[in-house]
């Protein structure tokens, strides 16, 4: 299976529902927040490509996008076939 990481920040609500979808599906995540932290700020826009929204979510390299993003893998059922 591959790694997930999840940039996030404070208060938002679609950070909250893809951390509780790989919770509820007892997937292993690495959460980033990049609230306060500049540094982790910037690793995300370079791993986006740009992209400032929350949550940024990848499988190892692969750049999943955001909770609608997500959403869509998992209303498809291609989930499981992206983790790998």
């Known amino acids: ?3 997930v990481v999840i940039y996030t920040k404070d208060y ?3 950070c909250d529902r893809a951390k ?4 509820e ?5 690495e959460e980033r927040d990049v609230t306060n932290n500049p540094i ?3 690793e995300m826009l370079k791993r986006s490509n740009g992209r400032r929204t929350v949550p ?3 499988f ?5 996008g955001g909770w609608d993003d997500l959403n869509q893998l998992i209303q498809n059922k291609k989930i ?5």
Do not use: A
């Open 20 to 23: 509780n979808y790989f919770r």
């Open 56 to 58: 940024e979510i990848f």
């Open 25 to 29: 599906h007892k997937i292993p995540f």
């Open 60 to 64: 190892d390299e692969d750049h999943v």
């Open 80 to 84: 499981e076939e992206r983790l790998g």
């Open 40 to 42: 982790l700020l910037e």
């Open 12 to 14: 938002c609500p679609y």
């Open 1 to 3: 299976m591959k790694k």
